[in-house]
């Protein structure tokens, strides 16, 4: 069975990090097609961050603040999140770079970025 289940979020400052976390077992896919994607309330999910070949891509929002890796022995996919801004503020999915509402998703990991 599929589980994608994400973690590191937590309440930070403006202009402050975390580091994302995503644990993925049971997955048809490998974690070299996975991204990191947001839904901040209100809105729909945003795909942020992807690998891609070669390399990675960012939606213009964060790049250049956030950045997306892998550890392929620990099948786990992380993102480090920088210069956070007030509107980074969302749930912070990974699943497959090409994931539908239809498709399985974990809980999600809350950032919140205020002062």
């Known amino acids: 069975q599929v589980q994608l289940v994400e973690s590191g979020g937590g309440l930070v400052q403006p202009g402050g990090s975390l580091r994302l976390s995503c644990a993925a077992s049971?997955?048809?896919?490998?974690?070299?097609?996975m991204g990191w994607y947001r839904r901040a309330p209100g809105k729909e999910r945003e795909l942020v961050a992807w690998?891609?070949?070669?390399?990675?891509n960012y939606a213009n929002s964060v790049k250049g603040r956030f950045t997306i890796s892998r550890d392929n022995g620990k099948n786990t996919v992380y993102l480090q999140m920088n210069s956070l801004k007030p509107e980074d503020t969302a749930v912070y999915y990974c699943?497959?770079?090409?994931?539908?509402?239809?498709?399985?998703w974990g809980q999600g990991t809350q950032v919140t970025v205020s002062s």
């Open positions: 690998f891609s070949v070669p390399g990675t």
């Open positions: 699943n497959h770079k090409r994931a539908t509402a239809y498709d399985y």
């Open positions: 049971g997955s048809i896919f490998s974690i070299n097609v």
